[in-house]
């Protein structure tokens, strides 16, 4: 039988491991989208981890709405 410190104990441990698992999984994802990207000829402009949602970009492209870029 646990006591409450080895269940709060255990409880630590579980999270730090669902912690490093989310982060696995989030890291997996952005190379992922990065791959994408690159495949066509893009860059990584957005990424969301939590619902894997991405955006590419032209590499020219400038991400300041009031600089102009000469074609």
Known sequence: MMT???YEAY???DIANNSKQLEEI???KLNKALELCK???LFLRKFDGKNFS????EP???NNPNEKVNP
């Open 4 to 6: 409450k410190e080895t």
């Open 11 to 13: 409880l630590d441990t």
């Open 26 to 28: 989030r890291n997996q």
């Open 39 to 41: 495949q066509s000829g």
């Open 54 to 57: 991405f955006e590419c970009d």
């Open 60 to 62: 020219n492209r400038s």
